[in-house]
Protein backbone atom coordinates (compact mmCIF):
# COMPACT_ATOMS: atom_id res chain seq x y z
CA UNK A 1 0.00 0.00 0.00
CA UNK A 2 1.87 3.12 -1.11
CA UNK A 3 1.32 6.67 0.41
CA UNK A 4 -0.84 7.62 -3.09
CA UNK A 5 -3.76 5.10 -2.35
CA UNK A 6 -4.89 7.27 0.10
CA UNK A 7 -6.67 9.57 -2.17
CA UNK A 8 -8.00 6.66 -4.14
CA UNK A 9 -10.68 5.78 -1.49
CA UNK A 10 -12.44 7.70 0.22
CA UNK A 11 -14.04 11.11 -1.41
CA UNK A 12 -11.88 13.78 0.35
CA UNK A 13 -13.09 16.43 -2.07
CA UNK A 14 -16.43 16.66 -0.65
CA UNK A 15 -15.03 18.20 2.83
CA UNK A 16 -16.22 21.47 2.58
CA UNK A 17 -12.50 24.20 2.56
CA UNK A 18 -11.41 24.13 6.71
CA UNK A 19 -13.10 21.10 7.07
CA UNK A 20 -11.06 19.19 10.40
CA UNK A 21 -9.01 16.01 9.18
CA UNK A 22 -7.43 14.48 12.13
CA UNK A 23 -4.57 11.61 11.95
CA UNK A 24 -4.59 9.30 15.31
CA UNK A 25 -2.25 7.60 15.67
CA UNK A 26 -0.41 9.08 12.61
CA UNK A 27 3.32 8.55 13.22
CA UNK A 28 5.53 11.40 11.15
CA UNK A 29 2.05 12.03 9.19
CA UNK A 30 3.58 11.30 5.79
CA UNK A 31 -0.33 10.33 4.75
CA UNK A 32 -1.67 12.95 5.85
CA UNK A 33 1.11 15.26 4.08
CA UNK A 34 -0.39 13.62 1.04
CA UNK A 35 -3.74 14.35 1.49
CA UNK A 36 -2.82 18.15 2.38
CA UNK A 37 -1.18 18.37 -1.19
CA UNK A 38 -3.91 17.68 -3.04
CA UNK A 39 -6.12 19.15 -0.53
CA UNK A 40 -4.66 22.56 0.80
CA UNK A 41 -7.73 23.94 1.48
CA UNK A 42 -8.75 21.62 4.78
CA UNK A 43 -6.82 21.68 7.83
CA UNK A 44 -4.71 18.76 9.35
CA UNK A 45 -4.10 17.08 12.94
CA UNK A 46 -1.53 14.78 13.17
CA UNK A 47 -1.74 12.88 16.70
CA UNK A 48 0.67 10.71 18.51
CA UNK A 49 2.34 9.98 21.68
CA UNK A 50 4.84 12.38 23.04
CA UNK A 51 7.83 10.40 22.03
CA UNK A 52 6.92 10.47 18.02
CA UNK A 53 5.35 14.10 17.79
CA UNK A 54 9.04 16.39 17.65
CA UNK A 55 9.95 14.58 14.79
CA UNK A 56 6.40 14.53 13.76
CA UNK A 57 6.66 18.76 13.51
CA UNK A 58 10.12 18.34 12.56
CA UNK A 59 9.40 16.25 9.22
CA UNK A 60 6.69 19.19 8.31
CA UNK A 61 8.56 22.05 9.02
CA UNK A 62 11.03 20.52 6.51
CA UNK A 63 8.71 18.98 3.97
CA UNK A 64 5.40 21.38 4.22
CA UNK A 65 4.95 23.46 7.10
CA UNK A 66 2.10 25.65 6.31
CA UNK A 67 -0.51 23.04 6.92
CA UNK A 68 0.17 20.90 9.75
CA UNK A 69 -1.17 21.41 13.54
CA UNK A 70 0.22 18.56 15.45
CA UNK A 71 -0.90 17.50 18.27
CA UNK A 72 0.30 14.98 21.59
CA UNK A 73 -2.40 12.50 22.12
CA UNK A 74 -2.27 9.15 23.38
CA UNK A 75 -5.07 7.45 21.55
CA UNK A 76 -6.30 5.31 24.68
CA UNK A 77 -6.86 8.58 26.08
CA UNK A 78 -10.46 10.96 25.52
CA UNK A 79 -10.35 12.48 22.38
CA UNK A 80 -9.10 16.18 22.38
CA UNK A 81 -10.59 17.16 19.58
CA UNK A 82 -14.69 18.06 19.34
CA UNK A 83 -14.98 19.45 15.40
CA UNK A 84 -13.66 16.77 13.75
CA UNK A 85 -14.70 16.12 9.97
CA UNK A 86 -12.92 13.46 9.72
CA UNK A 87 -11.23 10.90 12.54
CA UNK A 88 -8.82 8.82 9.78
CA UNK A 89 -6.41 5.69 11.67
CA UNK A 90 -4.15 3.88 9.04
CA UNK A 91 -3.63 0.27 10.43
CA UNK A 92 -3.81 1.29 13.80
CA UNK A 93 -6.74 -0.83 15.05
CA UNK A 94 -5.51 -3.85 13.79
CA UNK A 95 -3.09 -4.08 16.68
CA UNK A 96 -5.20 -3.92 19.38
CA UNK A 97 -7.68 -6.65 20.80
CA UNK A 98 -11.45 -6.04 21.08
CA UNK A 99 -12.12 -4.43 24.11
CA UNK A 100 -9.13 -2.03 23.43
CA UNK A 101 -10.24 -1.31 20.06
CA UNK A 102 -13.97 -0.54 21.62
CA UNK A 103 -12.48 1.83 24.02
CA UNK A 104 -10.23 3.66 21.25
CA UNK A 105 -13.66 3.82 19.17
CA UNK A 106 -15.54 4.93 21.98
CA UNK A 107 -13.44 7.88 22.40
CA UNK A 108 -13.78 8.55 19.25
CA UNK A 109 -17.78 8.31 18.86
CA UNK A 110 -17.60 10.96 22.41
CA UNK A 111 -16.01 13.58 20.53
CA UNK A 112 -17.28 13.21 16.97
CA UNK A 113 -20.17 15.78 15.76
CA UNK A 114 -23.34 14.02 13.93
CA UNK A 115 -22.12 14.65 10.62
CA UNK A 116 -18.18 13.60 11.58
CA UNK A 117 -16.41 10.43 9.42
CA UNK A 118 -14.47 7.90 10.72
CA UNK A 119 -12.34 6.46 8.25
CA UNK A 120 -10.41 3.08 9.02
CA UNK A 121 -7.67 1.98 6.68
CA UNK A 122 -7.34 -1.80 7.52
CA UNK A 123 -7.25 -5.06 5.82
CA UNK A 124 -10.61 -7.08 5.62
CA UNK A 125 -9.87 -10.72 5.91
CA UNK A 126 -11.60 -12.71 3.15
CA UNK A 127 -14.52 -15.29 4.64
CA UNK A 128 -13.37 -18.24 4.01
CA UNK A 129 -16.82 -20.07 3.82
CA UNK A 130 -20.74 -18.46 2.96
CA UNK A 131 -22.21 -16.67 5.83
CA UNK A 132 -25.27 -14.23 6.20
CA UNK A 133 -24.81 -10.30 5.80
CA UNK A 134 -24.20 -9.15 9.29
CA UNK A 135 -24.63 -5.53 8.60
CA UNK A 136 -28.26 -5.29 8.18
CA UNK A 137 -27.96 -3.38 4.99
CA UNK A 138 -26.51 -3.02 1.84
CA UNK A 139 -23.02 -1.46 1.94
CA UNK A 140 -21.62 -0.17 -0.72
CA UNK A 141 -17.99 -1.57 -2.15
CA UNK A 142 -18.60 -5.07 0.02
CA UNK A 143 -19.17 -7.14 -3.04
CA UNK A 144 -16.10 -8.54 -3.88
CA UNK A 145 -15.23 -9.19 -0.12
CA UNK A 146 -17.44 -12.09 -0.16
CA UNK A 147 -17.10 -15.41 -1.48
CA UNK A 148 -16.82 -16.43 -4.54
CA UNK A 149 -18.87 -19.89 -6.20
CA UNK A 150 -16.67 -22.66 -6.79
CA UNK A 151 -14.83 -24.07 -8.24
CA UNK A 152 -12.16 -22.09 -6.75
CA UNK A 153 -12.09 -22.23 -2.71
CA UNK A 154 -13.96 -19.75 -1.43
CA UNK A 155 -11.08 -17.41 0.21
CA UNK A 156 -8.85 -17.85 -3.22
CA UNK A 157 -6.80 -20.36 -0.41
CA UNK A 158 -2.54 -19.45 -0.76
CA UNK A 159 -3.48 -16.32 -3.25
CA UNK A 160 -4.84 -14.89 0.53
CA UNK A 161 -2.87 -16.54 3.15
CA UNK A 162 -0.62 -13.28 3.99
CA UNK A 163 -3.93 -11.83 5.28
CA UNK A 164 -4.27 -14.70 7.60
CA UNK A 165 -0.44 -15.13 8.89
CA UNK A 166 -0.94 -11.48 9.66
CA UNK A 167 -3.60 -12.57 11.67
CA UNK A 168 -1.85 -15.55 13.88
CA UNK A 169 0.95 -12.73 13.91
CA UNK A 170 -1.49 -10.28 15.64
CA UNK A 171 -2.83 -12.59 17.76
CA UNK A 172 0.56 -14.25 19.24
CA UNK A 173 1.87 -10.70 19.37
CA UNK A 174 -0.28 -8.29 20.99
CA UNK A 175 -3.74 -10.42 21.51
CA UNK A 176 -5.20 -8.40 18.43
CA UNK A 177 -6.21 -9.57 15.45
CA UNK A 178 -7.24 -8.99 11.70
CA UNK A 179 -11.27 -9.12 10.74
CA UNK A 180 -13.33 -9.76 8.61
CA UNK A 181 -16.06 -7.52 7.38
CA UNK A 182 -18.56 -8.93 9.57
CA UNK A 183 -16.09 -8.44 12.68
CA UNK A 184 -15.20 -5.06 11.73
CA UNK A 185 -19.18 -4.22 11.76
CA UNK A 186 -19.59 -5.59 15.16
CA UNK A 187 -16.43 -3.94 16.45
CA UNK A 188 -17.47 -0.29 14.84
CA UNK A 189 -21.32 -0.73 16.08
CA UNK A 190 -19.79 -1.55 19.71
CA UNK A 191 -17.51 1.71 19.36
CA UNK A 192 -20.62 3.57 18.72
CA UNK A 193 -20.05 3.70 14.68
CA UNK A 194 -21.47 2.51 11.61
CA UNK A 195 -20.22 1.34 8.92
CA UNK A 196 -21.99 3.02 5.45
CA UNK A 197 -19.07 2.50 2.61
CA UNK A 198 -15.95 0.46 1.87
CA UNK A 199 -13.23 1.67 -0.86
CA UNK A 200 -11.07 -1.50 -1.32
CA UNK A 201 -7.60 0.16 -2.99
CA UNK A 202 -6.67 -1.67 -5.97
CA UNK A 203 -3.63 -3.58 -5.75
CA UNK A 204 -3.58 -3.80 -2.02
CA UNK A 205 -4.82 -6.02 0.30
CA UNK A 206 -6.49 -2.72 2.20
CA UNK A 207 -9.71 -0.85 2.36
CA UNK A 208 -11.07 2.63 3.35
CA UNK A 209 -13.45 1.73 5.88
CA UNK A 210 -15.96 4.07 6.07
CA UNK A 211 -18.51 4.46 9.07
CA UNK A 212 -20.89 7.55 11.01
CA UNK A 213 -21.50 7.68 14.45
CA UNK A 214 -24.45 5.91 15.63
CA UNK A 215 -27.39 7.61 17.13
CA UNK A 216 -28.62 7.46 20.86
Known sequence: MNR???LTGFPWNDLPPKSRVVDVGGGLGHITMTIARQYPELQYVVQDRHAVIPDTEKYWRTNFPQALDSGLHDITNPQPIHDA??????????????TSAIHILSNLRASATPDTKLVLIEQI???ACPYNDVSGHPVAGTKDLFPSPPPPLVNFGRFTSLGYLLDLQMAC????????????????????????????IPGSRFSHIVAVPLQD
Open 173 to 200: ALNAEERTFGTWVELCRAGGWNITQVYP
Open 125 to 127: IPY
Open 85 to 98: AVFFLRVVIHVFGR
Open 4 to 6: TSI
